[in-house]
């Protein structure tokens, strides 16, 4: 266990293959400070052991992660504390290139759901496993923020500009077959084997050679990205301006209310 939300474990046959969980079943693993923080260390502690060969990331239970917490919008929002509100957005852009730097492969494993910042991580991976109910859903104009963490350039790079747009300004789901279609995930599987099928992707890449697949993974990002920073550069500043817009944060509230009566 990293902390009380991120949770680090084994394959039972294979001690090069470590499973990260986002451990918040009862809040369909939303990401909050906690669950980033969790995420930036797991990937700390992988990046500096040799003997892990592939990594696995998914969530509990039968949703990968619902996305932001509603509480990382709150303190974004305080209009006194601005500097609060970057540290929020920074972890989240840090936790996704923390992700996309390790050297060994990283499969994300979803059933269930995979929203807003919970995407932006899973595309930091390199590949994606989806049960065939799954769904990808970018939320964020609905809640009247951009989609962030570095997630609009890796987003374009998978599926193309105007795929792009029609997922982060539309806001509909798209189901897995259809993110195959796109080339957002890479396979589709019968419901609640994601994850046997993201192990047998990790055996597989365990058993060659460790350094020329970490350097063919670095030369492919390093070519995929080249213009990432350049394109994300500005996500933390659009975020915080976001926050202080009128129309905004009267569609963010009406949305929060809408959701919030949905669970009561």
Known sequence: MVNQVVKMKTVDDDPGITIVTISRPEHYNSITVD???????????IADDSGIRAVILTGEGNFFSSGADFSLFSAAEEEKDTNQARIIGRKGNDACNAWEKLPQPTIAAIEGGVVGGALAIAMACDWRVMGRDAYAYVPEVKVGVNFGWGALPRLTSLVGPSK???MSVLCHKHHADECEKWGLVDYVTDNGVAMQKAIEIAHEVSILPKLPVQLIKRGVNVSANALAAAAGYADLEDLLLCMKDEEAKEYRKETIRKIQSKKD
């Open 164 to 166: 792009a747009k029609l």
């Open 35 to 45: 669950v980033l923080d969790g995420l930036i260390r797991a990937a700390e502690i």
